[in-house]
């Protein structure tokens, strides 16, 4: 069974207050964290040699556990990589500034791109890792278990469901993705970044 993960930061973001991070991480994170735990109840018999003959691709217990369990499981980890960036000092520095400048040309290019994503997408942006390009790339999704790209490595997450920022931001949603730039933990940005690079 999984347990959540505490807040990897303390304190008072910019921008984002703690009534939003309260919910978020308190709330919702651990409802996504609830749910996988359940589904992993509900499928262990049937990975144990229990009855499988009703699977069926139009409705059937195990496709409906299947499509839940990547929603929940997605919604466990893609909040625990966005929660994991945040609290740090949003000054970009190491070797991923390095290579995001590398790649796009330089670190404003990059945040310009990664915003308007921020600004498109309905409700993940992810800059990853790409294990099949050895390269950085940045990839939306609407929902949590759509929109992901297999054999990418998550590097920087952020959320742009209307949770994420309603309370603070009202629809302003693109003064929310400043101030998530102005929170960014770039250490552990970086930390993720050598993690992925140095596995291939």
Known sequence: MTDPKPLP????LTGISKKTISIHHDKLYAGYVAKKNE??????????????SSANQSF??????????????????????YFDVLGGDGKPSGPLVDAISGA???IENFLAYFSACGMAARGWVV???????DALRVYTGDAHNQGGVWGCLPLIVLDVYEHAYFIDYGSD????????????????????YEKAASSM
């Not at 800059?127 to 390009?133: K, P, R, Y």
């Open 127 to 133: 800059l990853c890792w790409d294990t099949h390009d």
């Open 104 to 106: 796009y040309g330089s």
């Open 173 to 192: 949603r693109k003064a929310y993705i400043a101030d998530f730039w102005k929170n960014l933990n770039w250490a552990k940005a970086n930390e993720l």
């Open 39 to 52: 589904i992993a109840d509900k499928l262990a018999p049937l990975m144990a040699g229990g009855d499988v």
């Open 9 to 12: 930061f303390s304190g008072q």
């Open 60 to 81: 059937s217990e195990l496709r409906a556990l299947k499509d839940g369990e990547t929603f929940a499981v997605n919604g466990v980890y893609l909040h625990e990589w």
